[in-house]
């Protein structure tokens, strides 16, 4: 029960509603400056790195993503490679 109000949690810490049926499934956009991809929500993680989206959207600065990650209060793009890419704007539609 405890992990399940930390996800919740974490969930709105991460400028999400705290019901995963508001998030999984809804499109999305995300961005910086000049990069921006709009995509579906597929899935949704939680762990020590915070939490992850898994997106259909499969490219990011010409990258095949992995997911979107929230980890120190912003949402960041991590690649095939397991890079990450520049922190961006997270927004549901």
Wanted: hydrophobic letters at 40%; aromatic letters at 10%.
């Amino acid at each position: 029960m405890l992990e399940e109000i930390m996800f919740y949690d974490a969930l709105e810490a991460a400028g999400l509603p705290r019901d995963p049926t508001q998030v999984v499934g809804r499109p999305f956009l995300f961005g910086e400056t000049v990069h921006v991809i709009a995509g579906t929500v597929t899935s949704i993680g939680w762990g020590a790195e915070g939490i992850v989206l898994y997106v259909s959207s499969p490219r990011f600065q010409g990258l095949t993503i992995r997911r979107l990650r929230h980890t120190d209060n912003s949402w960041c793009v991590e690649t095939e490679d397991k890079s990450i890419r520049p922190k961006g704007t997270f927004k549901l539609m």
